[in-house]
C-alpha cells in the first residue's frame, strides 16, 4: 500500500513539473500562431479545390489529384525525411548550426537530379505511361511541381526548427493564394498549375530568408551526420505518403480521372479540418518533444496513450461532420460508407502522428520507419485484394484504415518496451 501511494505521488510531482516547463507556454503559443495561420491557408486552398471541382468539372479535379499525386510521391523522394531530420538536430543543440542548411539544400539538389533520371525515362516511353496511368503533361508538371515543393519544405524546416512560426504562416498563405488567384482569373488546369509554382517559389524565399546558405560551409561529415537520421525518417515519407498517392494512380488505372475525382472529393472534405490540425499539432509538439528531458518522457507517453480513445473519437466526429458538409459545396454525390470508413481512418491518422513525433523524439526514428514500411504493405495489400469485392474506393479507404491500425500496434509497443519500462 505505502509502495503505491509513493508512486502516486511520484506521478503527480512529475506530472506537476511537466506542466509547469517552459516548453508548455510556447507550444501554446506556437498552437495559437499556427492555428490561425494554417486555418487561413487551409481555406484558401480549400476554395481553390472546390473552384476547381465546381466550375471546371469533377474529371479536372480528378486530373489536378493526379498530377498533385505525381508531385507528392516525386517530392517525398527528393527530401526523404531531410525535414524531420533537420528539425531533430537543430532543436535538440538549440542553436543556429551554421553548416545544416547548405548540406541540406546539397542533399535535396542531389536528390532532386537523382530523381530526374527515372521521370526522364518514363516521360520518353508510351507503355511505361500507359502502364502508370499516365501522361507526360502529368508527368512533367508534377515533377516540376516536386522540385519546388522540395525547396520549399525544406526551407521550411529550419524556420520550424527555430520557432520562426511567422514566417512558415505566410509563406503558406501566400503559397496558396497565388495559387488560387492563378486558377480563379485564368480558368485554366494549366495556367492554375503554374501558379502553384509561382506560390511556392514566392513562399521559398520568405522562408529563406536570413538562413545561412554558403558554399563554404560545405561539409561531407555535416553530410555523413544528416543521412542516416534522414534515411530512418524518410520512410515516413517515401513509404507513406507514396503508397496513398499512389492509390490515386491506382484508381485512375482501374476506373477514370472522373472516380479519382470523386474519391479525391470525399477523401478531400473528410480530412480537410484534420490536416491543418494535425499540422499544428505536430509542428508546434515535434521541437519540445526533442527538448522533454529523458526522465520525463514516460510521463508524456502515459498520458499521451490514455488520451487515445477521445483523440480518435474527437477526430472521427469532425472529420465527419467535415465530410458531409464540404461533399455538399463539392457537389458530389455522398458515398456513406466511404465516409465513414474515411472518418476512421482520419481519427487513427490524427493519434499516431502525435505518437510518431513522440517516439522519434525518443530515439525511435527506426521504428517508426519500420512501423511505416509495415504499415505500408498491409494499406497496398488489403487495397488489391478488396478491390474486386467492394471496389476500388471503399477498398482503398479501408487499406488506409489498415495501415494505420498496423502503425498503432507497432509504435505502442515500442514505447511500452523501451521507453516506459527503462
Given at each position: 500500500?505505502?509502495?503505491?501511494?509513493?508512486?502516486?505521488?511520484?506521478?503527480?510531482?512529475?506530472?506537476?513539473?511537466?506542466?509547469?516547463?517552459?516548453?508548455?507556454?510556447?507550444?501554446?503559443?506556437?498552437?495559437?500562431?499556427?492555428?490561425?495561420?494554417?486555418?487561413?491557408?487551409?481555406?484558401?486552398?480549400?476554395?481553390?479545390?472546390?473552384?476547381?471541382?465546381?466550375?471546371?468539372?469533377?474529371?479536372?479535379?480528378?486530373?489536378?489529384?493526379?498530377?498533385?499525386?505525381?508531385?507528392?510521391?516525386?517530392?517525398?523522394?527528393?527530401?526523404?525525411?531531410?525535414?524531420?531530420?533537420?528539425?531533430?538536430?537543430?532543436?535538440?543543440?538549440?542553436?543556429?548550426?551554421?553548416?545544416?542548411?547548405?548540406?541540406?539544400?546539397?542533399?535535396?539538389?542531389?536528390?532532386?537530379?537523382?530523381?530526374?533520371?527515372?521521370?526522364?525515362?518514363?516521360?520518353?516511353?508510351?507503355?511505361?505511361?500507359?502502364?502508370?496511368?499516365?501522361?507526360?503533361?502529368?508527368?512533367?508538371?508534377?515533377?516540376?511541381?516536386?522540385?519546388?515543393?522540395?525547396?520549399?519544405?525544406?526551407?521550411?524546416?529550419?524556420?520550424?526548427?527555430?520557432?520562426?512560426?511567422?514566417?512558415?504562416?505566410?509563406?503558406?498563405?501566400?503559397?496558396?493564394?497565388?495559387?488560387?488567384?492563378?486558377?480563379?482569373?485564368?480558368?485554366?488546369?494549366?495556367?492554375?498549375?503554374?501558379?502553384?509554382?509561382?506560390?511556392?517559389?514566392?513562399?521559398?524565399?520568405?522562408?529563406?530568408?536570413?538562413?545561412?546558405?554558403?558554399?563554404?560551409?560545405?561539409?561531407?561529415?555535416?553530410?555523413?551526420?544528416?543521412?542516416?537520421?534522414?534515411?530512418?525518417?524518410?520512410?515516413?515519407?517515401?513509404?507513406?505518403?507514396?503508397?496513398?498517392?499512389?492509390?490515386?494512380?491506382?484508381?485512375?488505372?482501374?476506373?477514370?480521372?472522373?472516380?479519382?475525382?470523386?474519391?479525391?472529393?470525399?477523401?478531400?472534405?473528410?480530412?480537410?479540418?484534420?490536416?491543418?490540425?494535425?499540422?499544428?499539432?505536430?509542428?508546434?509538439?515535434?521541437?519540445?518533444?526533442?527538448?522533454?528531458?529523458?526522465?520525463?518522457?514516460?510521463?508524456?507517453?502515459?498520458?499521451?496513450?490514455?488520451?487515445?480513445?477521445?483523440?480518435?473519437?474527437?477526430?472521427?466526429v469532425v472529420s465527419l461532420i467535415s465530410g458531409w458538409f464540404?461533399?455538399?459545396?463539392?457537389?458530389?454525390?455522398?458515398?456513406?460508407?466511404?465516409?465513414?470508413?474515411?472518418?476512421?481512418?482520419?481519427?487513427?491518422?490524427?493519434?499516431?502522428?502525435?505518437?510518431?513525433?513522440?517516439?522519434?523524439?525518443?530515439?525511435?526514428?527506426?521504428?517508426?520507419?519500420?512501423?511505416?514500411?509495415?504499415?505500408?504493405?498491409?494499406?497496398?495489400?488489403?487495397?488489391?485484394?478488396?478491390?474486386?469485392?467492394?471496389?476500388?474506393?471503399?477498398?482503398?479507404?479501408?487499406?488506409?484504415v489498415a495501415n494505420e491500425i498496423v502503425y498503432t500496434i507497432?509504435?505502442?509497443?515500442?514505447?511500452?518496451?523501451?521507453?516506459?519500462?527503462?
Amino acid at each position: 500500500m505505502a509502495n503505491t501511494v509513493s508512486r502516486f505521488v511520484d506521478a503527480f510531482h512529475k506530472a506537476r513539473d511537466l506542466l509547469s516547463l517552459d516548453f508548455i507556454r510556447s507550444i501554446l503559443r506556437g498552437f495559437s500562431v499556427l492555428g490561425a495561420g494554417y486555418a487561413l491557408a487551409k481555406i484558401i486552398s480549400l476554395a481553390e479545390e472546390l473552384f476547381i471541382g465546381r466550375y471546371l468539372g469533377v474529371e479536372v479535379y480528378g486530373t489536378y489529384l493526379i498530377i498533385l499525386a505525381i508531385a507528392a510521391i516525386l517530392n517525398a523522394v527528393m527530401m526523404f525525411g531531410l525535414p524531420k531530420a533537420i528539425v531533430k538536430l537543430v532543436a535538440e543543440r538549440n542553436e543556429r548550426i551554421a553548416d545544416v542548411p547548405t548540406n541540406a539544400f546539397f542533399m535535396a539538389f542531389f536528390l532532386t537530379v537523382v530523381t530526374s533520371v527515372p521521370v526522364i525515362i518514363i516521360g520518353y516511353s508510351d507503355s511505361a505511361l500507359a502502364l502508370l496511368g499516365i501522361t507526360q503533361y502529368e508527368l512533367v508538371f508534377g515533377y516540376i511541381i516536386a522540385v519546388l515543393l522540395t525547396l520549399y519544405t525544406v526551407a521550411q524546416s529550419f524556420k520550424l526548427a527555430l520557432y520562426k512560426i511567422r514566417f512558415v504562416v505566410v509563406a503558406d498563405v501566400l503559397y496558396w493564394s497565388v495559387a488560387l488567384i492563378f486558377f480563379v482569373i485564368f480558368r485554366d488546369l494549366s495556367l492554375g498549375l503554374i501558379g502553384i509554382c509561382v506560390g511556392a517559389l514566392l513562399g521559398s524565399l520568405i522562408l529563406i530568408y536570413r538562413v545561412p546558405v554558403s558554399f563554404a560551409r560545405f561539409s561531407i561529415p555535416s553530410i555523413k551526420s544528416l543521412i542516416p537520421l534522414s534515411i530512418y525518417l524518410g520512410a515516413d515519407s517515401v513509404l507513406g505518403i507514396s503508397a496513398q498517392q499512389i492509390s490515386f494512380l491506382y484508381l485512375n488505372i482501374i476506373a477514370t480521372a472522373y472516380a479519382v475525382g470523386v474519391f479525391g472529393a470525399h477523401y478531400r472534405s473528410s480530412i480537410f479540418l484534420i490536416v491543418p490540425l494535425v499540422t499544428v499539432l505536430t509542428m508546434a509538439l515535434y521541437p519540445r518533444f526533442c527538448s522533454i528531458d529523458q526522465s520525463l518522457r514516460p510521463t508524456v507517453g502515459r498520458y499521451l496513450a490514455y488520451g487515445g480513445i477521445p483523440i480518435f473519437i474527437s477526430a472521427f466526429v469532425v472529420s465527419l461532420i467535415s465530410g458531409w458538409f464540404f461533399l455538399k459545396i463539392f457537389r458530389v454525390t455522398l458515398i456513406l460508407p466511404l465516409l465513414l470508413v474515411l472518418a476512421t481512418y482520419a481519427g487513427l491518422f490524427v493519434y499516431n502522428r502525435i505518437w510518431d513525433k513522440l517516439v522519434t523524439a525518443c530515439e525511435g526514428a527506426k521504428i517508426v520507419g519500420w512501423g511505416i514500411a509495415f504499415g505500408t504493405l498491409t494499406f497496398l495489400s488489403v487495397m488489391f485484394a478488396l478491390t474486386p469485392y467492394i471496389g476500388g474506393m471503399l477498398a482503398i479507404a479501408t487499406g488506409m484504415v489498415a495501415n494505420e491500425i498496423v502503425y498503432t500496434i507497432l509504435l505502442l509497443s515500442w514505447f511500452k518496451l523501451r521507453v516506459t519500462d527503462i
